[in-house]
């Protein structure tokens, strides 16, 4: 049986990455898209060969019988097509930052239990067997309680979030807006863009929720965030260091680097040096083996395992609704602390 398929805001991404993935997995099919935009429907539904083609989310839910939908609209829409997309009993993948509220997050998330359903933010990273491993060594103990930790990220998109083209994108069908990517009015910035993929599998692997947060941030032309130095603390009392920085040059790309510290020992992931390492006071240490094409972003990773989801097959759902909630919940407090200058709660 087809697994069956609807996407919500059919722009870059979603037309880039999301429906040819799922357009590439055998047991699955696009059967559906929705826009606001009459015309990109159409160019989208020829290109895609997608007959089901909506400006309207309840009619599309009501006539389709869809086992899954993914949200792919601007950041400051996710909210409610994926709270209607749950009720009509679908599993639902919300792109990152699955919200812009700490509010929003936590709605998100209690819907999908309500429902029964799941809910999965597409951060790649999470769903990798080797993030799989190095959160079970933290919850079976081998770095102790949890106390500290430091989670970097730098990307490079400088272009993007000063409002220009994204060089990447020139020969794209659509490339990523600058209402989306460049507005501070609209959750653009690179805390909600990017710092939602390190924050995500931080929360993960080392299973925290903030509970305050104080930063400080540099501007880009526009006014949003290219730089962003920030603190915090745990509801279980560890420290935590932030850092994103979008000025990486293109030739080097993106990179992640989180360091966990415990009470018995700490782990050490690095993607530019495809490095993760437990390392014990007892001198237990272990290595995982890992390539340099194993950490290297993989966009695809997240929307084959969502049609697996749908399909009924079991996964591992590293970045689910709560983890979805912890992350909008440190970025709200993240970016109120930046515009207040104090120390910000998150309200977890």
């Not at 037309?15 to 929705?34: G, K, L, R």
């Not at 929003?104 to 799941?118: F, L, P, Q, S, T």
């Not at 130095?229 to 009392?237: H, T």
């Not at 697996?308 to 996964?315: D, E, K, W, Y």
Request: with cysteine.
């Amino acid at each position: 049986m087809t697994t069956r398929i609807g996407v919500v805001g059919i722009g870059w991404w979603a037309t880039t990455n999301h429906i040819p993935t799922v357009q590439s997995c055998p047991d699955a099919e696009v059967a559906a898209i929705c826009d606001l935009n009459a015309d990109r429907l159409r160019v989208v539904g020829e290109k895609f060969s997608i007959a089901g083609r909506y400006t309207d989310l309840g009619e599309m839910l009501a006539r389709e019988a869809l086992d899954g939908v993914m949200v792919s609209t601007p950041h400051v829409a996710h909210t409610a097509p994926a709270i209607a997309a749950l009720e009509a009993d679908c599993h639902v993948l919300v792109e990152k930052p699955m919200a812009t509220t700490a509010a929003d997050g936590r709605a998100i998330a209690a819907a999908a239990k309500k429902a029964g359903r799941e809910v999965l933010v597409p951060c790649s990273l999470n769903f990798t067997d080797f993030s799989a491993k190095a959160a079970s060594m933290v919850r079976a103990g081998r770095i102790g309680t949890v106390r500290h930790a430091v989670c970097q990220m730098g990307s490079a998109l400088d272009d993007l979030f000063a409002g220009e083209p994204m060089l990447e994108t020139a020969d794209h069908l659509f490339r990523p807006p600058a209402s989306t990517w460049a507005d501070p009015a609209k959750a653009g910035g690179y805390g909600w863009g990017q710092m939602s993929h390190s924050l995500a599998w931080l929360c993960y692997v080392a299973d925290i929720r903030f509970e305050s947060i104080f930063c400080m941030d540099g501007k880009s032309k526009t006014g949003v965030d290219l730089y962003d130095a920030a603190v915090g603390r745990a509801i279980n009392g560890a420290t935590v260091s932030l850092s994103g920085s979008a000025t990486v040059p293109k030739h080097v790309g993106m990179h992640v680097d989180v360091r966990i510290y415990g009470t018995e020992g700490c782990l050490f992931f690095d993607t530019e040096r495809a490095r993760l390492e437990l390392r014990r006071l007892d001198g237990g240490d272990e290595t995982v083996a890992l390539t340099q094409e194993q950490t290297t972003y993989d966009g695809a990773l997240p929307v084959r395992k969502f049609v697996a989801l749908c399909s009924g097959r079991p996964i591992v759902n590293g970045a689910d609704g709560e983890n979805g909630a912890r992350v909008a919940e440190a970025l709200d407090a993240l970016y109120r602390s930046a515009r207040s200058g104090r120390l910000e709660q998150t309200g977890g």
